[in-house]
């Protein structure tokens, strides 16, 4: 059965860095653009990053833009979001999953979402 596993969270001082991965298992996805989506307590899930199936098209958040980096390893079948100079409103579960009708950051198009990994930037 085809699932993401997302890893990498923790917990980090405001402006400092971590990077998430999200490995997916049981099938390819590299024919897909993949995105990480973010959810804090008490609030709705947002949209974070875009990569296209290549690489070659990337989309983010106006609230990440300049600090996140999210990039992709076909060959390993795995998403990355390299997070930097990260501050306190940054923190919360983040989840990866499959572009599967062109969302491009619009939720409902979105399938195999992972089980989250928890990012908590402390002042």
């Known amino acids: 059965q085809a699932q993401l596993v997302e890893s990498g969270g923790g917990s980090v001082q405001a402006g400092g860095s971590l990077r998430l991965s999200c490995a997916a298992s049981?099938?390819?996805?590299?024919?897909?653009?993949m995105g990480w989506f973010r959810q804090a307590p008490g609030q709705e899930r947002e949209f974070v990053a875009q990569?296209?199936?290549?690489?070659?098209?990337?989309y983010y958040a106006d609230s990440v833009k300049g600090r996140f980096t999210i990039s992709r390893d076909n060959a390993k079948n795995t998403v990355y979001l390299q997070m930097n100079s990260l501050k306190p409103e940054d923190t919360a579960v983040y989840y990866c999953?499959?572009?599967?009708?062109?969302?491009?950051?619009?939720?409902?198009?979105?399938?195999?979402w992972g089980q989250g990994t928890q990012v908590t930037a402390s002042s």
């Open positions: 049981g099938r390819t996805f590299s024919s897909y653009a």
């Open positions: 990569i296209s199936w290549n690489g070659g098209t990337t």
């Open positions: 999953a499959v572009d599967i009708g062109g969302g491009w950051g619009n939720e409902i198009m979105y399938d195999y």
